[in-house]
């Protein structure tokens, strides 16, 4: 895969994103059906695909809020030329990658600041790594959990959970409650 900054500034990142979109819903039904064969290769092409690579390397470099956060390596990729590098070197690395040493950054607790919480900042390739494999791996898990799962999930939040608690707490209709 060779790309430059001036094909990075014009990738059809629809069709990208639609590509990644079509394969993640083919696993995730290949999941409901309980076709093992077929989620473990899906999952193989997803890993293999440019349309994943470019999507995670944007991901990790334009869209994430640590973008400009550099791990141990101090690399950072602001400039289309360094989104364009890192996503040939991730795509070149599938096969061979191994991940690197994270930065270990203290920061001040939120109820007290006195007291430091570690935090690790991996380097910019096992961000993207890590964004390729999580777009494999996602939809098999979202297929097999819980309707009413809402910890830690894409697309859920407390609200949804307080929304979904709501009506079982209130009773039935025309019930009053107790201290009402």
């Known amino acids: 895969m060779e790309l430059d900054a001036d094909d990075w500034n014009w990738i059809a990142w629809r069709s990208v994103e639609r590509e990644v979109e079509r394969l993640r819903q083919r696993i ?40 400009k956060t550099a791990g141990m390596d101090g690399e950072v990729a602001l400039t289309s030329e360094a989104r364009a590098d890192v996503a040939v070197r991730v795509h070149q690395s599938i096969t061979s990658w191994n991940p690197r040493a994270v930065k270990r950054v203290y920061i001040p607790k939120g109820s007290n600041p006195a007291k430091l919480r570690p935090l690790g900042i991996p380097v910019i390739m096992d961000r993207c790594h890590q964004a ?37 707490v209130q009773g039935p209709p025309g019930q009053t409650r107790l201290g009402a």
């Open 28 to 67: 995730f039904k290949a999941t409901q059906e309980g076709d093992w064969p077929k989620v473990r290769n899906l999952q193989k092409l997803m890993l293999r695909s440019r349309s994943n690579t470019l999507l995670s390397v944007r991901q990790v470099t334009q869209r994430n809020a640590g973008r």
């Open 132 to 168: 390729r494999v999580r777009n494999a791996l996602e939809p098999e898990w979202e297929a097999r959990f819980e309707p009413r799962s809402y910890g830690f999930r894409p697309g859920r939040s407390c609200q949804d959970a307080i929304g979904a608690i709501y009506p079982n």
